[in-house]
């Protein structure tokens, strides 16, 4: 079974940096693209970042410039390195990859999440 793990969460202030990691672990046969969303109370969780199989990169407006997302292919994570912090990327991080996977004798192709990890920016 496909799992994502995702760690680097912390507490920092506003204008330091941090970088997430997003494991990928199972039988994954392809990664078509892994992808950072992240979620406030009250709120839809939102795109932030993606990766593509092609290596191309994708990101919301509000982050590009300060966040960058690359992978790691040996060892299956994909980070987001996040710069000059603001108090309102204070969130919930979660990754989310599009996995074609080996289960038994079949070959499922589906999205997965990970459990999240929390960012706070505050002073």
């Known amino acids: 079974q496909v799992q994502l793990v995702e760690s680097g969460g912390a507490l920092v202030q506003p204008g330091e940096s941090l970088r997430l990691s997003c494991v990928a672990s199972?039988?994954?046969?392809?990664?078509?693209?892994t992808s950072w969303y992240r979620q406030t109370p009250g709120k839809e969780r939102e795109f932030i970042a993606e990766?593509?199989?092609?290596?191309?990169?994708n990101y919301a407006d509000d982050v590009e410039g300060r966040f960058t997302i690359s992978r790691d292919n040996a060892k299956n994570t994909v980070y987001l390195q996040m710069n000059s912090l603001k108090p309102e990327d204070t969130a919930v991080y979660y990754c989310?990859?599009?996995?074609?996977?080996?289960?038994?004798?079949?070959?499922?192709?589906?999205?997965?999440w990970g459990q999240g990890t929390q960012v706070t920016v505050s002073s």
């Open positions: 990766f593509r199989i092609d290596n191309s990169r």
């Open positions: 199972g039988d994954i046969i392809s990664t078509y693209a």
């Open positions: 989310n990859a599009d996995i074609l996977s080996r289960v038994r004798d079949n070959f499922p192709r589906r999205r997965y």
